[in-house]
């Protein structure tokens, strides 16, 4: 089992970027999908962005689509969120999740697809 935690996050004015880092262990992270969900109080747990195995391959949700970019590095065993042009709308609890895949181009948008998830870290956009 994949054990993930999320770092990065904080306090922004709107405009602002963040950029939030996944760091895995008890597994490498080659030939898992992973990806980012986050949670506003009183919100369901959405998704924000996920990534294949192969870094090839990626998706957005369109309310960060042109703002947000995801990234790994393998050999590092680390996954990254670079989030710009932040709002008050885009505060919430951010996670980090994986999961197995035999696909290098697979990638998963349905937070009931992953199975190893991080702790999560809270960024807040201030107005």
């Known amino acids: 089992q994949v054990q993930l935690v999320e770092s990065g996050g904080g306090l922004v004015q709107a405009g602002g970027s963040l950029r939030l880092s996944c760091a895995a262990s008890?597994?490498?992270?080659?030939?898992?999908?992973m990806g980012w969900f986050r949670q506003a109080p009183g919100k369901e747990r959405e998704f924000v962005a996920a990534?294949?195995?192969?870094?090839?391959?990626?998706h957005f949700a369109d309310s960060v689509k042109g703002r947000f970019t995801i990234s790994r590095d393998n050999a590092k065993n680390t996954m990254y969120l670079q989030m710009n042009s932040l709002s008050p709308d885009d505060t919430a609890v951010y996670y980090c999740?994986?999961?197995?895949?035999?696909?290098?181009?697979?990638?998963?948008?349905?937070?009931?697809?992953?199975?190893?998830w991080g702790q999560g870290t809270q960024v807040t956009v201030s107005s």
């Open positions: 999740t994986a999961r197995l895949t035999v696909a290098s181009g697979r990638y998963f948008t349905t937070d009931y697809e992953y199975s190893a």
């Open positions: 008890g597994r490498t992270i080659s030939s898992y999908a």
């Open positions: 990534i294949s195995w192969s870094g090839v391959n990626s």
